[in-house]
């Protein structure tokens, strides 16, 4: 099963408050775990990522939870702010035939935060 | 701005025209995808191309037909398409190999079939 199970598909927050977006999966095969951003007119631009044998990442603001055993990963953005409204996409990546690698989105979240 | 570049950025066509996108990239990469963003719908990929050589196609309908020259440069055509065929479509690009496997995506094209 290739699907990558996204939620919610809309939130809003207020800013200085903590926005959590959770993502679950299927497949084991799964080797690499990114979290996109998307500015409307924007294509989606990589914000943080996560290999499977690390439980936690955090950079700035932005920190990805993973639970290997649950096949579950959740963004945390602390402190949030007006410019973090945006959709974001959970993914999952493997290895395609060759070298190339494929990434399964999830359906994504339309962050708004209220200034 | 990424290092990928797409044209045209909005395209209106009707259903018995014949139009293609372009993607170029400037990062060096060596794989290029080409995916179709529609709302409320996960991103989905269509093309995958790793050193020229088209190593993905997920079962996309035959009115659309990529191209990759080189490396650098990506094409989309399209052909008798449908009103559903709407949708942004977005082209990435990334370098195999590379230990963070990120992708590089552009602004897209959004495209309207009328």
């Known amino acids: 099963q290739q699907q990558v199970k996204q939620s919610p598909q809309s939130l809003i927050v207020q800013k200085g408050g903590i926005s959590i977006i959770n993502c679950a999966y299927e497949n084991t095969a799964f080797d690499y775990f990114p979290w996109y951003q998307q500015f409307p007119g924007k294509g989606p631009a990589l914000l943080i990522a996560?290999?499977?044998?690390?439980s936690e990442k955090k950079e700035g603001r932005f920190t990805i939870s993973f639970n290997k055993s649950a096949k579950q990963f959740s963004l945390h953005i602390m402190d949030s702010q007006p410019g973090d409204s945006a959709t974001y996409f959970c993914a999952a990546a493997w290895a395609l035939s060759g070298s190339a690698r494929q990434l399964t989105f999830g359906s994504g979240t339309q962050l708004t935060v209220l200034p | 701005e990424t290092g990928v570049t797409q044209t045209p950025r909005h395209l209106v066509m009707g259903m018995t025209n014949k139009k293609s996108l372009k993607c170029e990239q400037h990062?060096?990469?060596?794989?290029m995808y080409w995916y179709k963003q529609s709302a409320k719908k996960p991103l989905e990929l269509m093309f995958v191309y790793s050193l020229e050589e088209r190593v993905e196609n997920n079962s996309v309908p035959s009115r659309f037909s990529p191209e990759c020259p080189n490396s650098s440069h990506l094409f989309l055509h399209l052909h008798t398409l449908q009103p559903e065929d709407s949708a942004l479509y977005l082209c990435?690009?990334?370098?195999?190999?590379?230990?963070?496997?990120?992708?590089?995506f552009g602004p897209g094209t959004r495209l309207t079939v009328t």
């Open positions: 996560i290999r499977p044998d690390v």
């Open positions: 990435a690009s990334s370098q195999t190999g590379s230990p963070s496997y990120e992708q590089y």
């Open positions: 990062l060096g990469h060596n794989a």
